[in-house]
């Protein structure tokens, strides 16, 4: 879940610095914020996975939780402002549950 949310932050830094941003958010980053950081946040995405799993199956999982993350960063700012406050605090309750386990 932690390697989610990682997920989740990297495609945040791509999609708001996308001309595909909706511009009636207010959460687009700043133009000095470097589109490299969401490759780094990939990166270490993928070292958190690697670290929960083994090697073959956090590379899988990565593999699967980074698509899954960019496709829930588009339905996210795409929604309904109330929609999308619901959807993240049921992401950040899946994210509390995981980290107390």
Not at 16 to 27: L, Q, T, V
Not at 34 to 62: F, M, N, Q, S, T
């Amino acid at each position: 879940m932690v390697g989610y949310f990682i997920s989740l932050i990297a495609a945040w830094v791509y999609y708001s610095r996308s001309r595909y941003f909706p511009p009636s958010r207010g959460w687009r980053l700043p133009a000095s914020w470097p589109r490299w950081l969401g490759v780094l946040l990939i990166l270490l995405a993928a070292c958190v996975y690697v670290a929960e799993w083994d090697w073959a199956v956090g590379i899988l999982i990565w593999m699967v939780a980074v698509p899954a993350a960019f496709c829930s960063v588009v339905y996210l700012f795409n929604i309904q402002q109330r929609y999308a406050l619901f959807w993240l605090a049921v992401l950040a309750v899946f994210l509390i549950i995981d980290l107390v386990n």
